[in-house]
Nanobody
Framework: QVQLVESGGGLVQTGGSLRLSCAAS????????MGWFRQAPGKEREFVAAISRSGGTTYYADSVQGRFTISRDNAKNTVYLQMNSLKPEDTAVYYCAAEIGGTTTLRRGVGGYWGQGTQVTVSS
């Protein structure tokens, strides 16, 4: 079992920034690809960003490319999502995910381990 706890969400104005954190426990963190997904009201959950076990490879949804940065600190068992130039359409609950099968599997958004989510609200 892997336990994931997100933090850092909140209310921010358009153009502002937030940094989400996801602390993992329970298994060897560096064995897992990590990622972020989000779900807006009335919409399906969607992929946001993923990072490989070593942190050497990252992937982003087109909608956040150039504005969001995913990173990880394997010594601290934590993955981060730096969100800049936020837009109202970024408003959603953001979920952290861990997948031992790698980033390709993680990006499918099925299986693995999930946190409980943190709310991000961007006001216009």
């Amino acid at each position: 079992q892997v336990q994931l706890v997100e933090s850092g969400g909140g209310l921010v104005q358009t153009g502002g920034s937030l940094r989400l954190s996801c602390a993992a426990s329970g298994r060897t963190f560096s064995n897992y690809a990590m990622g972020w997904f989000r779900q807006a009201p009335g919409k399906e959950r969607e992929f946001v960003a993923a990072i490989s076990r070593s942190g050497g490879t990252t992937y982003y949804a087109d909608s956040v490319q150039g504005r969001f940065t995913i990173s990880r600190d394997n010594a601290k068992n934590t993955v981060y999502l730096q969100m800049n130039s936020l837009k109202p359409e970024d408003t959603a609950v953001y979920y952290c995910a861990a997948e031992i099968g790698g980033t390709t599997t993680l990006r499918r958004g099925v299986g693995g381990y999930w946190g409980q989510g943190t709310q991000v609200t961007v006001s216009s």
